[in-house]
Structure formats: C-alpha cells, structure tokens
C-alpha cells in the first residue's frame, strides 16, 4: 500500500521561508513524476511545481523564481522550497506522486498526500 506523508506547512509573515517535504513509502515498482499542487479556500486546486515524467521541472508561473521543487530519489521524498511568500500563497498544499506499483501496471497511477496548510499573514 503506498502512503505519502506531508510535512512542513504553517504560519509565516508575508516575505518569510517554509519548506515542505513529501516521503511516499510502501511497495511499489516505481516513481514516476512527483510534484506539489495547492487548493485555497473556494478555489480548484492548482499545480505549484512538478517533476514530470521525463524528469523536466514545471513551474507555476506565479511562483517562479520564490519557489524551488527538488527531490531525493534514495528516500522517495520530494521537497518544496518557498520563499518570499506572498498572502496569496496562503492554500493546503498537496504532494502528488505518479507511481506504477507493479511491473505490469500499463500507466501511473496518481497519489495524495493528505495536505499541509501554509498561511501567509501578517
């Protein structure tokens, strides 16, 4: 069974720093594309950063250049760097991981995590 487990969302002042942190665990054949996806209060959910499935780095256009995806494949874990946050970052911020969990799986299938909140308030 393949878990995903978020850390790292809370509180900070407009300007400040979080980083955010997803380990997925469990059996599975393999990873593919692994990524962060945030939804605010009455809005659909929308895509931050992801590693796609050919390994390449896509960016929300309203946080290039403040946020950082990275990931460390030895631990499954991806990571999300924020920095000068804006209130309007303020959302529950999802990991998503595309993960073919047999051999014999023909596609990914999609993974949540179970969402962090990050607040930017003064």
């Known amino acids: 069974q393949v878990q995903l487990v978020e850390s790292g969302g809370g509180l900070v002042q407009p300007g400040g720093s979080l980083r955010l942190s997803c380990a997925s665990s469990?059996?599975?054949?393999?990873?593919?594309?692994m990524g962060w996806y945030r939804q605010a209060s009455g809005k659909e959910r929308e895509l931050v950063a992801i590693?796609?499935?050919?390994?390449?780095?896509k960016y929300a256009d309203s946080v290039k250049g403040r946020f950082t995806i990275s990931r460390d494949n030895a631990k499954n874990t991806v990571y999300l760097q924020m920095n000068s946050l804006k209130p309007e970052d303020t959302a529950v911020y999802y990991c998503?991981?595309?993960?073919?969990?047999?051999?014999?799986?023909?596609?990914?299938?999609?993974?949540w995590g179970q969402g962090t909140q990050v607040t930017v308030s003064s």
């Open positions: 590693f796609t499935r050919e390994n390449s780095i």
């Open positions: 998503n991981t595309k993960i073919r969990v047999f051999s014999w799986t023909p596609i990914p299938d999609d993974y």
């Open positions: 469990g059996s599975f054949f393999r990873i593919y594309g």
